[in-house]
């Protein structure tokens, strides 16, 4: 049998050790649908219940496998649907392939049905390379530059075959004028940057006597270096949230997460240092980093295009964290003055004591934070996290403390909602022997969580620990911007825009064949997480929160902020007017930079 182009392009993927395709079936993939059938379903073809979520599933696969994601849909609205999931995957740096279909060559320009201009389309989402394929020559080259430039650039790329070229019969390039042949292979090779500039970070960090070290998630493969650095120059770490699971929170001196979603300590290590060493991270939020003129910094980053960002960095090294770590710590000089790293560590047990506290106030009916505080302790060492944006990332940025060989992330960049199912599927198809969370509000869920526990039970029998867990906070509220609202326009709640459909989500569960856990009481929630964590198939638990406990930033004016929302809540003009003065900057003291005047604890 003729092999066909669709044929080719399956046979080119598992050569290059992809095992699974995240999509959805449309007749612009006829071609290729009708290849797998003949392949045997070899890349597995994994069916999403939405393109979009077909996309998050491919962005969650590449964040916790580390190898590159590949989603496919039809053209014109399955095309359109990948978007979004395909711009996380950009914001976030992760190696993400779309195969999409288009309509046949010889209806192109005449208006056809589902006819969109995806080149267009794709130009900015996939700006490192976006290629249509017309004629069977083209390959494999167009899908080996797709792969080699995802992986070579951590980026997402595009290849588009139109319906007609997939059913044609696959002719290599020859060895003739305008073909272009291609090989398999992406070569590896590690960056390091120049000795002199290496001499001048180290004289810098030699000079500090406060460091402070931010790590994100390009510091992941050099956690035994960052952990030496950070002995040898007592310093302190605190963790961009897409670098939460780069270094165990056990470790004394790590401070946790920064930013709005992070710790005090964070806040304070910030705050407080003389010398500031940023680590693989490209954390955007400027007004949690040092005073410009306070701080004197480094920057290690394997992208040349990232240094140089957020920061006026005194010395910019461009290379691979690990690599580069392993020249720079021997021109590293021992600190004798432990105080620094000590008070480190002292404000981030006392930060811990915090968090349990403030997990354990009374809530109507379930405190938040006590839910996913009370999973910290239950967490498997091998356990994969995920957890969607909204009110539900604060409480997994601030509870859950990593260690072992725990992963975890969310949608950092875009922080889209939605991610948080999906990102839990790809996970447990790039691990199949490990559980994976999933910490969802009920507004994420809502917009398309619930579709894709259908995907969970299709597929658990495939998983060899069948442990999916769901676990959404049903506060009936978009809890976050409902907060946003209030400090930021000085507005109670917009119900039409902010009231949710109470929905019982574990009887939904349980009818998609899932188990499904309701907790209403404080009492249960430990049980329930017990429960799910030895269940034999995937798991949804209900948590009914309450959406009057606030996702406040750790280093908030307490006074300020209870004035600020005792006003908003009681609807007090005039104190909300003389509040408000200043426009908005005095409404929002309790955002970004304001220095905190407790310990967060007086109301804890």
Known sequence: MAVKVSDYILQRLREWGVEHVFGYAGDGINGLLAAWGRAEDRPQFVQARHEEMAAFEAVGYAKFSGRVGVCAATSGPGAIHLLNGLYDAKLDHVPVVAIVGQTNRSA??????????????????????????????????????????????RTVTAVIVPADVQDLEYSAPTHAFKMVPSSLGLPQYTAVPDEDELRRAAEVLNAGQKVAVLV???????RPQVEQLAELL???????LLGKDVLPDTL???????????????????????TLLTIGSSFPYTQFLPDFDQARAVQIDIDPFMVGLRYPFEVNLVGDA??????????????????????????????????????AVAADPVNPEHVVHALDALLPE??????????????????????????GSLSGNLATMGPGVPYAIGAKFAHPDRPAIAIVGDGAMQMNGLAELITAAKYAPQWSDPR????????????????????????????????LPDIPYARVAEDFGLLGISVDKPDQVEAAWQRALAADRPCLIEFRTDPGVPPIPPHADWDQMKATLSAVLH??????????????????????????????????
Request: proline share 4%.
């Open 234 to 240: 007592g310093a302190g770490v605190a963790k961009a």
């Open 382 to 407: 091998d356990v994969m996290l995920s957890a969607d944006s909204g009110s539900s990332a604060n409480w997994y940025a601030r509870h859950l403390r990593m260690r072992g060989s725990m992963r």
């Open 468 to 499: 999916l867990i769901v676990a959404v906070l049903n506060n009936r509220d978009l809890n976050q911007v409902t907060w946003e609202m209030r400090a930021m326009e000085g507005a109670p709640q917009f119900l039409p825009s902010q009231e």
């Open 216 to 222: 994100g998630q390009g510091a992941r493969r050099a």
């Open 252 to 274: 004394p001196y790590v401070t946790g997460s920064i930013g709005l979603l992070g710790t005090r300590p964070s806040y304070e290590l910030m705050r407080d240092c003389d």
């Open 571 to 604: 609807g007090d003009s005039d104190r909300l007017g003389m509040i408000r003065q200043g426009a908005k900057a005095k409404l929002q003291e309790f955002l970004p930079g304001s220095g905190g005047k407790s310990d967060n604890g007086d109301d804890a």
């Open 322 to 359: 690990a690599a580069t770590l392993d020249r720079l710590l021997p021109l590293l000089e021992r600190k004798d003055d432990r105080s620094w790293q000590q008070t480190v560590q002292e404000n981030t047990s006392r930060w811990w004591e915090v968090m349990e506290r403030r997990a």
């Open 108 to 153: 192109m320009g005449g208006s056809y049905q589902q006819e969109v201009d995806l080149l267009s389309l794709f130009k900015d989402v996939a700006s490192e390379y976006c290629e249509m394929v017309t004629v069977p020559e083209q390959l494999p080259n167009v899908l080996d530059r797709a792969m080699r430039t995802a992986y070579g650039k």
